[in-house]
């Protein structure tokens, strides 16, 4: 229970980051389309929004990414503890038998 309270938080904090960024990106594509200086000037808007449209897959792909490797990571961890707890108790098993504590 409390590994998916875990990975819940996790998915809100990297929705809370995203959803800053974004802002940050929006921000910062407001302020290039309007100069300071009052003269209109040529911009290709198709251009900037397909590139900001493009980082925030790039985004999304990174952070799926990392997530997926991490659970494998993690996966791959837990089965290396349990072989290493089965192998404890095989262990001992084979000392009892050698000690004549058990037939």
């Known amino acids: ?12 904090l990297a929705a809370f980051i ?3 960024s974004l802002l940050l990106i929006s ?5 290039l389309s309007t100069p ?5 000037e ?4 198709g251009t900037k929004g397909s590139t ?10 990174v952070t799926l990414l990392s997530f ?3 659970k494998i990571w993690q996966k791959k961890k837990r089965e290396e503890q349990y072989a290493r707890l089965l192998k404890l108790f095989e262990e001992d ?11």
């Open 36 to 40: 300071k200086n009052g003269t209109k």
């Open 42 to 45: 040529e911009h290709h808007s």
């Open 93 to 103: 098993d084979e000392l009892e038998l050698e000690l004549g504590l058990r037939d």
């Open 27 to 31: 921000a910062y594509s407001d302020d």
């Open 1 to 12: 229970m409390r590994e998916i309270s875990r990975i819940s938080g996790r998915l809100r």
């Open 68 to 70: 997926f490797l991490f």
């Open 52 to 61: 900001v449209a493009l980082i925030c897959l790039l985004l999304v792909v």
């Open 18 to 20: 995203s959803s800053i």
